[in-house]
Nanobody, 124 residues
Framework: QVHLRESGGGSVESGGSLRLSCSTS????????LGWWRQAQGGEREGVATIDHNGVTTYTDFVKGRFTVAQDNAKTTLYLQMNSLQPNDTATYYC??????????????????WGPGAQVTVTS
């Protein structure tokens, strides 16, 4: 069973930075797919960024150039570095994982496991 848990959320002023971390357990597959999703209050869940087993990353245009997704060397922790944060980035951010050879932020089917979420609030 795969267990995920986010940390590093909080409140930051516009233009500031936060780094989210996602600890994983019992996850090791040659076709793994990892990603970050977010859901604003009253909004739909949307893909933010993904990284696959080859280290290939994808980003939604709303965060491209500001956010960076990465893994540690042991591949036990997933990160989301968020820079130049804006109020419309305010949302609950979820770490997600799954298995699939096609791993993209616009393709939700591979994601089977989810963390409980971390709140990110960006003030004006």
């Amino acid at each position: 069973q795969v267990h995920l848990r986010e940390s590093g959320g909080g409140s930051v002023e516009s233009g500031g930075s936060l780094r989210l971390s996602c600890s994983t357990s019992n996850y090791n597959h040659e076709f793994y797919c990892l990603g970050w999703w977010r859901q604003a209050q009253g909004g739909e869940r949307e893909g933010v960024a993904t990284i696959d087993h080859n280290g290939v990353t994808t980003y939604t245009d709303f965060v491209k150039g500001r956010f960076t997704v990465a893994q540690d060397n042991a591949k036990t922790t997933l990160y989301l570095q968020m820079n130049s944060l804006q109020p419309n980035d305010t949302a609950t951010y979820y770490c997600a994982s799954g298995v699939g050879n096609y791993c993209r932020y616009w393709y939700p089917l591979p994601f089977s496991w989810w963390g409980p979420g971390a709140q990110v609030t960006v003030t004006s």
